[in-house]
């Protein structure tokens, strides 16, 4: 049977300045799912890029003396270099300044002109250059831009526009017959009211600088940043050209987005496609953000955390773990180092590398390692293993809603339940008695099954434990035990050596 096929997209950053913990967040969580669904059998392309043109790229560069080009090339090589660090698994990486996404961007540009989508005329309005967007005088908040609250210019050139309006009707009423197609609810509710209060026709070109994507009837005008840079899920899959990833992946199943552009992708971005004949994607998640005690990141507000350095103090599973868990689904998270080092100790260190440390110790300490088969089911055994062999549709279902934090939520269910479990049966004391070495033999096998469930099952969170357990439990060898389908409660193989390591995640002391 073929597999099904899963498409998922981050954003593509602005390479105006390097990445913050932020946008580590929303890549981190794409790469969960872009993961978690290879792990549960299907065939994924997993997008991430670069938005390289606009008017804020141009004047970065500008203002240190360098080309848009040579800028923007030393900052995607950061962007990738933090990937590759954060163990982010990319198909593939599209630059909005390469050939095969200019040539889309053109193509469908000149389309929807030919078929009148697009027409020229003049324009005066107000023009937001951080957020790279048009506003009407009438949605300014106190002559400010009403998203991030800066100023705004005028702007007065012969421009192209898009009927946008001309779609609202349609749009709506695909929101309306889809509930998945915005999530989570409240974001879709905010679409459906920006809709509802009238949708006016955008402009969609720029005459006064030349860093864009040139108007291919009318070289003067370069086109708009926003239809440039969306165009990239497609463009990325080769559209228009015959090497078939676009008919293998497309329609996407998650563009995955913060909640600062859930407007482009659910609203813009359909109708460019409606516009255009293209089947809209199946789904546009936005999540919350990750704020300071200072308000959002950014960059003019020198607040930003440097993802890089996170790294180096804490490792790689520890961040995601963290960016994972902190923010809910759809809501914001406050960003704290402490927070961070106490999410460490409690979940990490306390939870997880103990139960590790005592279950792999025991078993070396007791039995030299050697997992003996397991004898009757007594006592709280039955609980442990009704959780274990339950979490992983649990958290399967979690996924589907796109609710990574509780997912790994259920999952530390089942390590806090695991650690209850020693203390109930207190190996130690059956490690006493000749009598009771066939029920502490049950008990290790138990918790050498619960953890293997555990780092299966977290594998696409934290990628980097995993592989450092498998050996410890003797099964890095046996790939058909890292599987989704090998969650089968009593697969771990009887005989099997086990040995204590290092401290998986130790404790951060503080002053
Ligand atoms: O908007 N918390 O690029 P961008 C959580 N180029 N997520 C955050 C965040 C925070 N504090 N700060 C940033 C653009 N993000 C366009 C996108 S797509 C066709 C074009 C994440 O570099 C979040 O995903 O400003 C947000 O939507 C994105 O970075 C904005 O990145």
Same mark, same amino acid.
């Given at each position: 049977?073929?597999?099904?096929?899963?498409?998922?997209?981050?954003?593509?950053?602005?390479?105006?300045?390097?990445?913050?913990?932020?946008?580590?967040?929303?890549?981190?969580?794409?790469?969960?799912?872009?993961?978690?669904?290879?792990?549960?059998?299907?065939?994924?392309?997993? &997008?991430?890029?670069?938005?390289?043109?606009?008017?804020?790229?141009?004047?970065?560069?500008?203002?240190?003396?360098?080309?848009?080009?040579?800028?923007? !090339?030393?900052?995607?090589?950061?962007?990738?270099?933090?990937?590759?660090?954060?163990? =982010?698994?990319?198909? !593939?990486?599209?630059?909005?300044?390469?050939?095969?996404?200019?040539?889309?961007?053109?193509?469908?540009?000149?389309?929807?002109?030919?078929? !009148?989508? =697009?027409?020229?005329?003049?324009?005066?309005?107000?023009?937001?250059?951080?957020?790279?967007?048009?506003?009407?005088?009438?949605?300014?908040?106190?002559?400010?831009?009403?998203?991030?609250?800066?100023?705004?210019?005028?702007?007065?050139?012969?421009?192209?526009?898009?009927?946008?309006?001309?779609?609202?009707?349609?749009?709506?009423?695909?929101?309306?017959?889809?509930?998945?197609?915005?999530?989570?609810?409240?974001?879709?509710?905010?679409?459906?009211?920006? $809709?509802?209060?009238?949708?006016?026709?955008?402009?969609?070109?720029?005459?006064?600088?030349?860093?864009? $994507?040139?108007?291919?009837?009318?070289?003067?005008?370069?086109?708009?940043?926003?239809?440039?840079? &969306?165009?990239?899920?497609?463009?990325?899959?080769?559209?228009?050209?015959?090497?078939?990833?676009?008919?293998?992946?497309?329609?996407?199943?998650?563009?995955?987005?913060?909640?600062?552009?859930?407007?482009?992708?659910? =609203?813009?971005?359909?109708? $460019?496609?409606?516009?255009?004949?293209?089947?809209?994607?199946?789904?546009?998640?936005?999540?919350?953000?990750?704020?300071?005690?200072?308000?959002?990141?950014?960059?003019?507000?020198?607040?930003?955390?440097?993802?890089?350095?996170?790294?180096?103090?804490?490792?790689?599973?520890?961040?995601?773990?963290?960016?994972?868990?902190? &923010?809910?689904?759809?809501?914001?998270?406050?960003?704290?180092?402490?927070?961070?080092?106490?999410?460490?100790?409690?979940?990490?260190?306390?939870?997880?590398?103990?139960?590790?440390?005592?279950?792999?110790?025991?078993?070396?300490?007791?039995?030299?390692?050697?997992?003996?088969?397991?004898?009757?089911?007594?006592?709280? !055994?039955?609980?442990?293993?009704?959780?274990?062999?339950?979490?992983?549709?649990?958290?399967?279902?979690?996924?589907?809603?796109?609710?990574?934090?509780?997912?790994?939520?259920?999952?530390?269910?089942?390590?806090?339940?695991?650690?209850?479990?020693?203390?109930?049966?207190?190996?130690?004391?059956?490690?006493?008695?000749?009598?009771?070495?066939?029920?502490?033999?049950?008990?290790?096998?138990?918790?050498?099954?619960?953890?293997?469930? $555990?780092?299966?099952?977290?594998?696409?969170?934290?990628?980097?434990?995993?592989?450092?357990?498998?050996?410890?439990?003797? =099964?890095?060898?046996?790939?058909?035990?890292?599987?989704?389908?090998?969650?089968?409660?009593?697969?771990?193989?009887?005989?099997?050596?086990?040995?204590?390591?290092?401290?998986?995640?130790?404790?951060?002391?503080?002053?």
């Amino acid at each position: 049977m073929e597999k099904k096929t899963f498409y998922i997209t981050t954003p593509i950053y602005y390479p105006s300045d390097n990445l913050h913990i932020g946008h580590a967040y929303t890549t981190v969580a794409a790469d969960t799912f872009a993961r978690f669904m290879r792990l549960t059998g299907h065939e994924v392309w997993f &997008l991430t890029g670069s938005d390289e043109h606009g008017q804020k790229i141009d004047r970065a560069a500008r203002s240190r003396g360098q080309t848009p080009q040579e800028y923007v !090339d030393k900052i995607v090589e950061g962007f990738k270099l933090l990937w590759e660090r954060l163990a =982010i698994s990319n198909n !593939d990486f599209i630059r909005t300044t390469e050939e095969r996404h200019k040539r889309v961007v053109s193509e469908i540009f000149e389309r929807l002109y030919r078929q !009148d989508d =697009i027409y020229k005329a003049g324009y005066e309005g107000w023009y937001c250059t951080p957020c790279e967007t048009f506003w009407v005088e009438a949605r300014l908040e106190d002559g400010n831009c009403p998203d991030c609250g800066r100023p705004v210019e005028l702007l007065k050139e012969e421009s192209y526009f898009f009927r946008m309006s001309k779609y609202a009707d349609r749009l709506l009423k695909h929101i309306e017959e889809n509930p998945q197609f915005i999530q989570p609810v409240t974001r879709r509710n905010e679409m459906v009211s920006f $809709i509802k209060s009238g949708l006016e026709d955008l402009c969609v070109s720029r005459t006064t600088f030349d860093w864009g $994507i040139k108007v291919p009837f009318d070289p003067k005008h370069v086109v708009y940043v926003w239809v440039d840079a &969306l165009t990239n899920y497609i463009s990325a899959l080769g559209y228009g050209g015959d090497d078939g990833l676009y008919q293998k992946f497309w329609p996407a199943d998650i563009h995955l987005v913060g909640k600062d552009i859930v407007r482009f992708h659910a =609203i813009i971005w359909p109708v $460019i496609l409606m516009a255009a004949g293209i089947p809209l994607p199946r789904q546009v998640v936005g999540h919350g953000w990750l704020l300071l005690d200072s308000g959002k990141m950014s960059k003019s507000k020198g607040n930003v955390v440097d993802p890089h350095v996170l790294i180096d103090k804490y490792g790689v599973d520890a961040i995601r773990y963290y960016l994972l868990r902190e &923010l809910g689904f759809g809501t914001d998270g406050l960003y704290s180092e402490d927070a961070l080092i106490n999410r460490l100790n409690k979940d990490l260190a306390n939870d997880l590398g103990n139960l590790v440390s005592r279950t792999l110790g025991m078993a070396d300490k007791y039995f030299k390692g050697v997992t003996g088969s397991p004898g009757q089911v007594e006592g709280p !055994d039955e609980e442990l293993i009704a959780l274990a062999s339950e979490t992983p549709g649990v958290v399967m279902d979690l996924m589907e809603r796109r609710e990574l934090s509780n997912a790994l939520g259920a999952v530390w269910r089942l390590v806090s339940r695991a650690n209850k479990y020693v203390d109930e049966t207190a190996p130690w004391v059956l490690a006493k008695s000749p009598e009771t070495t066939d029920r502490l033999n049950t008990v290790l096998y138990n918790l050498a099954e619960t953890v293997r469930f $555990i780092t299966v099952i977290t594998s696409p969170f934290m990628p980097l434990m995993a592989p450092r357990v498998w050996p410890l439990l003797g =099964i890095d060898r046996r790939p058909d035990l890292h599987t989704w389908e090998s969650l089968i409660w009593g697969r771990f193989p009887v005989g099997t050596v086990v040995r204590r390591g290092d401290p998986l995640f130790p404790r951060i002391e503080t002053a």
